[in-house]
């Protein structure tokens, strides 16, 4: 199994792919807008599966395969293509160097995958524009591909179990409420930018913040989130309204708030849901307003509503 907000625009075809044998030519589209060739490296009866999601400016590509492969071809020529390499049994090789489960490798445009994978491998593939990262003050290196961080950070292993209802392969050809689609593509691009921002140093990563900046900071934010609404903004939008990178974003945040951006727009959402459910007067479904509000994996949100408020959501929609 795989490690098991709403935007104003519609979702795009979602498409999945489950493989019992070896089928290069379906192989070869693994990553939208690229063109891959795949070799069978050890023997074996292969199966596998790929998921693709796509939205009106990022695409998502979930696989896992049993045997281990080696791809190699094109990627996106017009988007930055992040990889990750979730889980294998055993190192991956990417570009004849060895990576680890858990490794984030970011490619520029028009680069080159020669990537080895192991056994059991599951990946995942995220393509987002060039000026998303630059938003949130990341540059990317002109080499082809920069293998960018050692390990899966706890907070971005969560959000791919969030996630997963939504994006993997068994999720993604289940219908989903409109919006859905894009809120968990933007849920999944925050957690890989902060996730990239905790190992690529920013251009003003070691200015130091005064009080006053740090109020500044967080008061553009705030504006912010007021003007746009808690479901359509995106944490390289908020950098971008606070004018600054979003590693000194994090630092104002947990300064101010003693949590990070992304875990302030969590709570967030968990009060608006809360709201839902209190003026419904237990006509209002959990379910509904959950996914409205970007929780895809509902035994994580009830696990975390409940936590946070003290009761289970269904108790607080019958209860009031």
């Known amino acids: 199994m795989f490690p098991a907000p709403l935007l104003p625009v519609p979702d795009l075809p979602v498409r999945s792919s489950l493989m019992l044998d070896f089928d290069p030519d379906v192989m070869s589209v693994a990553i939208q807008d690229g063109a891959l060739e795949h070799v ?17 400016d990022s695409r998502v590509d979930w696989g896992r395969y049993n045997l281990s492969l080696l791809a190699r071809g094109d990627l996106s020529r017009d988007m930055l293509t992040i990889a990750m390499a979730v889980h294998g049994q055993g190192d991956w090789r990417v570009h004849g160097r060895d990576a680890l489960s858990g490794d984030v490798v970011v490619f520029a445009e028009r680069a080159e995958l020669l990537a080895v994978l192991p056994p059991k491998a599951q990946w995942l593939s995220v393509q987002v524009p060039r000026a998303r990262l630059e938003a949130a003050g990341l540059s990317v290196r002109p080499c082809p591909a920069s293998r960018v961080s ?52 920013t251009r003003d990563a070691g200015l130091p913040l005064s009080p006053g900046e740090r109020w ?24 971008s309204a606070a004018c600054t990178s979003l ?74």
Do not use: K, N
Request: proline share 5%.
């Open 150 to 201: 050692v390990g899966m950070l706890p907070q971005l292993q969560r959000t791919l179990t969030d996630l997963a209802p939504v994006l993997s392969p068994s999720g993604a050809a289940q219908p989903h409420a409109p919006g859905a689609l894009a809120l968990a593509h933007d849920q999944l691009v925050a957690a890989l930018l902060s996730h990239l921002a905790c190992h690529s140093p």
């Open 216 to 239: 500044q900071v967080v008061r553009r934010a705030e504006r912010y989130l007021h003007e746009q609404g808690e479901t359509s903004v995106r944490v390289e939008d908020l950098c």
């Open 40 to 56: 069978q490296l050890e023997p074996g009866q292969f199966c596998g599966q790929i998921a693709h999601t796509a939205t009106l």
């Open 247 to 320: 590693s000194r974003l994090e630092r104002a945040f947990r300064e101010t708030f003693g949590v990070s951006p992304r875990r302030y727009l969590t709570l967030r959402r968990l009060a608006a849901v809360r709201r839902e459910l209190l003026r419904g007067g237990g006509s209002v479904s959990v379910t509904e307003v959950a996914t409205r509000w970007g929780f895809f994996h509902l035994g994580r949100f009830a696990q975390e509503y409940r936590t946070l408020f003290g009761e289970r959501p269904s108790h607080t929609a019958r209860a009031h």
